[in-house]
């Protein structure tokens, strides 16, 4: 049995799930009289398994021999307040990169993947990178893809300067709640989140398909950047995930874990799973397309998604101002 953990990390237990000390331990927790402990807290046990204790949502493939965590709807909640989460990855090459080492300044995170247009736009990004970096602007790029080298040639061709992650188990995606790439997040001097994800290109290239100018984007940064002012979408609130949207990461990492075994059938089972918890999310249903071999910008799966998301309004997609 492979369980893969809230950060995508994978742990052998050979005893299964059944063998609650390996899975607490795997999970960071110890097993003891108490209930499940770590540094000075426990947590109490009162009859549930290792999982309901610890607020995560499970998915089991038992035949395949792999399962998958993720955070409940509650607990995710309960780790974001307002701040802005950890977020510890690595490049393209398997370098450590962490969001966090931009601590202290006005900071962006910017998403985008290989299955998507904006792979084209690191080098827009990097022009606004030039323009901003002496007043205090920092940015975070991170591609969501199931595989580092689907993301090397668009990081090469786009010669970017600032940090480029690769998150394979988009932890990115649970911890600031993305469903959608090219979005943004803006973090303040405090590590406060000041706008939630909102679609934001890096240029114009593919402004028919999005309809948003990317002008739009950038003029806001730059008034946010320079004099403090946040624009009024800022002040909307963040989507708040349920137990089935979280539910969907844990299948999509049983299916990103399956495709690199080779199983791309067990995969698209479990993609179809995330897809039906989380309809209108982007980094499932395009990523999944381009993970189990599918053409995510022609093919007739993508296009079906995309006339059926653009006929029901386009939801998830937040304009930037």
Same mark, same amino acid.
């Given at each position: 049995?492979?369980?893969?953990?809230?950060?995508?990390?994978?742990?052998?237990?050979?005893? =299964?799930?059944?063998? %609650?000390? /390996?899975?607490?331990?795997? @999970?960071?927790?110890? !097993?003891?009289? #108490? &209930? +499940?402990?770590?540094?000075?807290?426990?947590?109490?046990?009162?009859?549930?398994?290792?999982?309901?204790?610890?607020?995560?949502?499970?998915?089991?493939?038992?035949?395949?021999?792999?399962?998958?965590?993720?955070?409940?709807?509650?607990?995710?909640?309960?780790?974001?307040?307002?701040?802005?989460?950890?977020?510890?990855?690595?490049?393209?090459?398997?370098?450590?990169?962490?969001?966090?080492?931009?601590?202290?300044?006005?900071?962006?995170?910017?998403?985008?993947?290989?299955?998507? =247009?904006?792979?084209? %736009?690191? /080098?827009?990004?990097?022009? @606004?990178?030039?323009? !901003?970096?002496? #007043? &205090? +602007?920092?940015?975070?790029?991170?591609?969501?893809?199931?595989?580092?080298?689907?993301?090397?040639?668009?990081?090469?061709?786009?010669?970017?300067?600032?940090?480029?992650?690769?998150?394979?188990?988009?932890?990115?995606?649970?911890?600031?709640?993305?469903?959608?790439?090219?979005?943004?997040?803006?973090?303040?001097?405090?590590?406060?989140?000041?706008?939630?994800?909102?679609?934001?290109?890096?240029?114009?290239?593919?402004?028919?398909?999005?309809?948003?100018?990317?002008?739009?984007?950038?003029?806001?940064?730059?008034?946010?950047?320079?004099?403090?002012?946040?624009?009024?979408?800022?002040?909307?609130?963040?989507?708040?995930?349920?137990?089935?949207?979280?539910?969907?990461?844990?299948?999509?990492?049983?299916?990103?874990?399956?495709?690199?075994?080779?199983?791309?059938?067990?995969?698209?089972?479990?993609?179809?799973?995330?897809?039906?918890?989380?309809?209108?999310?982007?980094?499932?249903?395009?990523?999944?397309?381009?993970?189990?071999?599918?053409?995510?910008?022609?093919?007739?799966?993508?296009?079906?998604?995309?006339?059926?998301?653009?006929?029901?309004?386009?939801?998830?997609?937040?304009?930037?101002?």
């Amino acid at each position: 049995m492979i369980l893969i953990d809230v950060d995508g990390r994978e742990h052998p237990l050979p005893g =299964g799930l059944e063998d %609650e000390p /390996a899975l607490a331990g795997a @999970l960071g927790w110890a !097993l003891k009289l #108490e &209930g +499940l402990c770590r540094d000075e807290t426990c947590v109490p046990l009162l009859g549930r398994s290792v999982t309901e204790a610890l607020g995560l949502l499970l998915v089991h493939d038992e035949e395949r021999g792999v399962a998958a965590v993720a955070r409940s709807a509650q607990v995710h909640r309960e780790g974001v307040s307002g701040k802005a989460p950890r977020l510890d990855l690595q490049d393209v090459d398997g370098n450590p990169v962490s969001f966090d080492d931009l601590s202290g300044q006005k900071r962006v995170l910017v998403t985008w993947a290989s299955w998507c =247009g904006c792979r084209h %736009e690191l /080098a827009g990004w990097q022009r @606004l990178q030039d323009e !901003l970096a002496d #007043e &205090g +602007l920092r940015l975070f790029s991170v591609a969501l893809d199931h595989d580092p080298e689907e993301s090397r040639p668009w990081i090469e061709a786009g010669a970017p300067t600032y940090p480029v992650a690769v998150d394979t188990a988009h932890v990115t995606a649970e911890r600031y709640g993305i469903t959608n790439v090219p979005s943004v997040v803006w973090v303040d001097e405090d590590d406060r989140i000041v706008k939630p994800p909102t679609i934001a290109p890096g240029d114009d290239q593919f402004v028919e398909f999005t309809k948003i100018e990317s002008e739009q984007h950038h003029e806001a940064l730059r008034r946010w950047v320079r004099e403090g002012v946040l624009p009024e979408s800022a002040s909307a609130e963040a989507h708040e995930r349920t137990d089935a949207e979280q539910r969907a990461l844990a299948e999509r990492r049983v299916a990103a874990h399956l495709q690199r075994q080779g199983d791309t059938d067990g995969a698209k089972r479990h993609l179809a799973a995330a897809q039906e918890l989380a309809p209108w999310d982007w980094t499932v249903r395009r990523g999944g397309i381009a993970m189990t071999g599918g053409d995510p910008f022609l093919g007739e799966e993508f296009l079906a998604f995309w006339e059926q998301w653009d006929g029901s309004g386009r939801p998830g997609y937040t304009p930037t101002t």
